[in-house]
Every structure is written in C-alpha cells, then in structure tokens.
C-alpha cells in the first residue's frame, strides 16, 4: 500500500516543519509514502501554502520529516511538481506570468492564491507564456537540483509529477502544446521533455530511486482529450521500461464504475512496461487484490482514505471501520484541524 501524493497547504513560507513531520509520521507504515507536490522552483509553484525544494532552508524543513518516517521505519519519497500554466501571478516571481508548454490558457480553473487584496483564496490561473527552447533546458535543470535537494533531505527517492494536468502533461498533450521545435509536434517531440527530465534526474539520484506519475486520459484542469493518447502513454510505457525506474504510478482520474484505466489500458500498458506500476484513483482492498492478483499492477496507492485513516494499513489488515475525511479541512493553511487530529483506530471498541 502506497500513499499517494497529496497537497495539504498547510507549509507557511514554503518550508515544510513540525505539523509536516508529526503528519507523515502518523502514516509511515504505509509501504511508501509520496509527499505532496513539492515545487522545485519558485516558477513550479501554483497553490499558496505548499512547500519547496529549491533552497537549504527547505531541505532543513525536509529533513526533519524524513527523519519522523525513517525513525519509525517508514520510506518516503518526494514528488517533484512544476504546475506550468496553472498558477496565478500572486504566486510568481515579480509577479510575472506563469510559463508553459504553449501560449494555452487553462479555462475556467481556479488555484488557491493571493487575492488582490492580500488575503488568500481562489483565484483564476493566469494566461501562460510559453517556455523557450533553452527554458525547457533550465526546467530540466531545476528539477535535477530538486532531486539533489531531496537526496540531501534523506529522501528514499524522488517522484516526478507528469500526472493532472500540470508542466509534463502540458507538454504531452498536442492541445496545449503548440510548439515547432524538438519539443512539440510528433509523440516523440512531446514526450522529450518528460523524458529528458528523467535521465537527467537518474543521473544525479540513480534510476532505481526514480518514480514517474502519469494520469493518462485525464480531463483535469481544462486538458482535452485527443486522438494519439493510449499511443504516447505506450510510447513512453515501452521508453520507461528501458530505464529501469523504481516505478510508474498511473492515476485513474474516474474512479468507481467507469474506469478510464481499466482493462482496455492496463493491460498494454503491462505488456509495454516491465517494471513496477502503482495505481491510484477510488482504490479499494478488492480492486487492488484482483487487480495485483492478476498481474496488472505491483502496488495500490490510496489517497484520501490516508487523511482520515492515519493507520490506514492496519484498518485494512484487520477488516476494521475507517473514518471518512472531512473534505472542507483537505488544504488548510497553517491549521492542524483536519491534518493531524484524526485518531487511530482503537481495538477494543470492537
Ligand atoms: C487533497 C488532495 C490533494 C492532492 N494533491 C495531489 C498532489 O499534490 N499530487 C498528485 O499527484 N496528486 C494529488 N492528489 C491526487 C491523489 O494523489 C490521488 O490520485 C487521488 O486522490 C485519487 O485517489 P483516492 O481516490 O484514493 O483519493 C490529491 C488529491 C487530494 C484529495
């Protein structure tokens, strides 16, 4: 059982501290944690309250949380984040616009940001700029100091956000990438930055400590569907799979009845892919034994039943209730509400 990345916004200043710690802490007996996205630079970041990697002060910050799972004999990785188009002014450098793969805007979406009155709240993302052909380069860049960043953290390894619409999807669906250089255009083109990225980082941190998540036919945040999409998923499953990576975490983005990556997809996707694969998206204890049974995935990812259920495996080990979260407390600013007061569950209540 893994869990899966979730953002909180409960950092002040970008700096992940005690209540950070205390909460992984409390779940460190899943197999492996994922952090929630964690922007590598100033310009990755769209949400207020979400911690960095980019600076010593927040591999400090880090460090302390790892330390809180690794003394409990938890493993924990980093997701590297960079939200491209979907961010807001109030939350860039010099207030400038945020950049993505092409001049797209991100219609009818809302980031959780500054206000023009200073106060914090939802806002509409801004229109992007797209990336120069060297920017691509520098992001490339940016991502590997996080990775070095998450290594001097402690962190097991590192996560690379290109799921839900942010910076690697941007690039990898052609409705958002207008691009003409190497960049944009065929399968291969757009899927080049994503990949480069992971070579990239592989070299600093080692492949086997490399995971990618990837949420493939996903509408999140305004990303049209489009006709090549099981093919660049197989494309980059059959590329992935030479680059013996900890794993690939897709994300099933309709959970319930109507699975997007059902059968139809998981099961080419297995043939292209011979490593690890995680799934997430309304996971439950009998969809992932049939679907491990079966051979086509490795591990399950559970994400909100993990803010509600700090010991979420034991609840499943022993067939015990769990708590249902409390979703107006998911992104909190600085409060504890919500974030570390859901309690155990208590045997002899049974
Ligand atoms: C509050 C909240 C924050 C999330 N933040 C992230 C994130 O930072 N990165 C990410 O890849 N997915 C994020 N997700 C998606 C989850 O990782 C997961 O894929 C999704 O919740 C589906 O799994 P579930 O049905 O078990 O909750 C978030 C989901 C929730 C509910």
Redesign the pocket.
């Known amino acids: 059982m893994v869990m899966?990345?979730?953002?909180?916004a409960r950092c002040v200043d970008t700096i992940a501290g005690a209540d950070t710690a205390e909460y992984y802490r409390q779940r460190a007996t899943a197999g492996l944690i994922v952090t929630?996205?964690t922007p590598i630079s100033p310009e990755a970041q769209g949400y207020a309250y979400v911690p960095g990697i980019w600076s010593s002060k927040q591999v400090a910050g880090w460090q302390t949380v790892t330390d809180a799972v690794h003394d409990v004999g938890g493993r924990i990785f980093a997701?590297l984040?960079h939200v491209g188009r979907l961010s807001h002014q109030s939350l860039q450098p010099e207030r400038q616009r945020p950049v993505g793969a092409g001049a797209v805007p991100a219609n009818d979406c809302m980031t959780f940001a500054f206000t023009d009155e200073g106060t914090v709240g939802f806002v509409n993302v801004a229109e992007p700029r797209p990336l120069s052909t060297e920017e691509v380069g520098r992001v490339t860049r940016d991502f590997v100091r996080g990775a070095a960043n998450a290594r001097e953290a402690s962190f097991d390894g590192v996560e690379l956000?290109g799921?839900?619409g942010y910076l690697f999807e941007q690039f990898l669906n052609p409705s958002t990438n207008t691009r003409t250089d190497r960049y944009g255009g065929s399968i291969q083109n757009r899927a080049r930055f994503l990949l480069e990225t992971v070579d990239r980082v592989s070299e600093v941190n080692g492949s086997t400590r490399v995971g990618i998540?990837l949420s493939p036919f996903s509408d999140l945040f305004d990303m049209p569907a489009y006709a090549e999409a099981a093919d660049t998923y197989l494309y980059l499953a059959s590329e992935l799979s030479r680059r013996d990576l900890a794993y690939v975490h897709l994300?099933d983005q309709l959970?319930g009845g109507d699975r997007i990556v059902g059968d139809d997809f998981l099961v080419p996707f297995r043939a292209e892919y011979g490593g690890t694969i995680i799934l997430?998206?309304?996971?439950t204890r009998d969809l992932a034994g049939d679907l491990t049974e079966r051979g086509l995935i490795d591990l399950a990812?559970?994400?909100?039943?993990f803010?509600a259920n700090p010991d979420l495996v034991e609840r499943m080990q022993n067939g015990w209730p769990q708590t249902t979260p409390d979703r107006d407390s998911?992104?909190g600013g600085a409060g504890a509400e919500g974030y570390l007061d859901y309690p155990r569950f208590d045997p002899a209540t049974v």
């Open positions: 899966a990345p979730m953002t909180r929630e996205g997701q984040w956000h799921a839900n998540r994300i959970p997430a998206g309304g996971m990812a559970f994400g909100q039943p803010i998911y992104y």
